[in-house]
C-alpha cells in the first residue's frame, strides 16, 4: 500500500512539475511572441471611424515593417513622441500590463492608430475641395460621404447654409503636387498646421504667443462629448495649455521638434495654403474621421522608429471579429 502512496504522490508531483515547466515555457514563448512578433492594442476614440470603431481591440502584426516601409495610406500604429496622460488614463488593467514589455524608451506612451499619409520628403498640402463638390453632393453624385462631413452638413441643415469659412476648411490631400490613388476618396479638414505654421509653437509655448493666439482667425469644428452636437470654437490660450499639459508637448517640443528647421518645413505658398514638408527620419500621420482625429496636423511628425505595427486583426468584440 505504501508503494502505491508512494508512485501516487511521485506522479502528483511529477505533473506538477510538467505544469509549472509548461506554465514558464509558455511565459517565455509569449514574451518573445509578444516583443517581436504579435501586440495588442485597445482603440480608445473615433479618430479611424468607420473603418475601426471605438474600444476595438486588435492584434498588431510586428514583422513586416522589420524588413519594410510601411506604404502611404497604409493603416500604421505606432507609439506616441509625447506622453498622453489622458490616453494612459482610458488604458485597461491588460493593456497596462502588456504595455510593461515595451521599450524603456516608450514608457509612459501609449499607441496611436492612424493612416500614413507623408513619408520622408514628401511635401502635403491640404486643398479645398471647392464649389463642383459642394454642388455634386446636392445632386447625389459623390458617393460614401464620411459620417462627420455629414455631420457638418446636417449642423447647417443644408449646404446652402454652411458658411463659406467651413466650407474652405474641407479639403483633400496633396502629396507633391498630386492626389495619388490612395485618396482619391478622402477628405480632411484643413485645421491646426495647416492652418498656421506656428501652431505647434503655440502649444509647447502659449504663453509667449499669448498676443498670436488671442488675434489668430484658426478655429475648429468638433463634437461636444455631452451633447453630441457640432460645434465651431476658436481656441483659446487655456485649450493651447491644456493640450501642452495633456501631451506633455512642451517636452516633445524640445527634444524632437525644435532639432528641425520647422520654418523651411512648414510655410505658406503663394495661394495661401500651407506646405508641410516631411524631414527625413520621421511621418506623418491622420485618421481618417478627421473630425474627430488628434494626429500629426495637431501634434506634428512621428519618429520612423515609433513605428510598431499594421493592424492585422479584430479580435474584439467578437460580433466583428476578423481582418481590417
Known amino acids: 500500500m505504501s508503494l502505491l502512496k508512494e508512485a501516487t504522490k511521485k506522479k502528483i508531483k511529477d505533473e506538477t512539475l510538467d505544469w509549472i515547466y509548461a506554465i514558464i515555457y509558455a511565459l ?14 485597445m482603440v480608445p476614440t473615433p479618430s479611424m471611424v468607420p473603418t475601426i470603431q471605438v474600444y476595438d481591440r486588435l492584434f498588431v502584426e510586428k514583422v513586416t515593417y522589420e524588413f519594410a516601409e510601411p506604404n502611404r495610406g497604409s493603416i500604421v500604429v505606432f507609439w506616441t513622441p509625447f506622453v498622453d496622460i489622458r490616453a494612459q488614463q482610458q488604458l485597461r488593467a491588460f493593456d497596462r500590463f502588456m504595455d510593461f514589455f515595451a521599450p524603456a524608451k516608450f514608457e509612459g506612451h501609449v499607441k496611436y492608430v492612424k493612416r500614413l499619409v507623408g513619408k520622408p520628403g514628401d511635401t502635403l498640402r491640404l486643398v479645398p475641395v471647392g464649389e463642383t463638390f459642394w454642388e455634386d453632393i446636392k445632386n447625389d453624385e459623390i458617393q460614401n460621404i464620411p459620417n462627420w462631413l455629414n455631420s457638418i452638413i446636417n449642423y447647417y441643415e443644408s449646404i446652402d447654409y454652411i458658411p463659406p469659412e467651413i466650407k474652405n476648411k474641407v479639403s483633400r490631400l496633396e502629396i507633391n503636387g498630386e492626389i495619388l490613388p490612395e485618396f482619391e476618396n478622402i477628405y480632411y479638414l484643413r485645421d491646426a498646421i495647416f492652418e498656421d505654421p506656428k501652431f505647434f509653437d503655440y502649444i509647447a509655448y502659449p504663453e509667449k504667443y499669448s498676443y498670436q493666439i488671442a488675434t489668430s482667425d484658426l478655429f475648429f469644428m468638433y463634437i461636444d462629448n455631452f451633447t453630441g452636437r457640432l460645434i465651431p470654437a476658436k481656441p483659446t490660450i487655456e485649450w493651447y495649455k491644456q493640450m501642452r499639459d495633456t501631451l506633455l508637448f512642451t517636452d516633445f517640443y524640445e527634444s524632437e521638434l525644435s532639432k ?7 510655410y505658406k505658398d503663394e495661394e495661401g495654403l500651407v506646405n508641410v514638408k516631411i524631414p527625413e527620419g520621421y511621418y506623418f500621420f491622420m485618421g481618417d474621421n478627421t473630425l474627430e482625429s488628434q494626429d500629426s496636423r495637431f501634434f506634428g511628425f512621428v519618429p520612423i522608429e515609433n513605428v510598431i505595427g499594421t493592424t492585422f486583426l479584430r479580435i474584439y468584440p467578437f460580433d466583428r471579429f476578423g481582418k481590417i
Open 28 to 41: 517565455i514563448f509569449g514574451t518573445i511572441i509578444r516583443l517581436y512578433v504579435f501586440e495588442t492594442m
Open 260 to 266: 528641425l528647421d520647422l520654418p523651411t518645413l512648414i
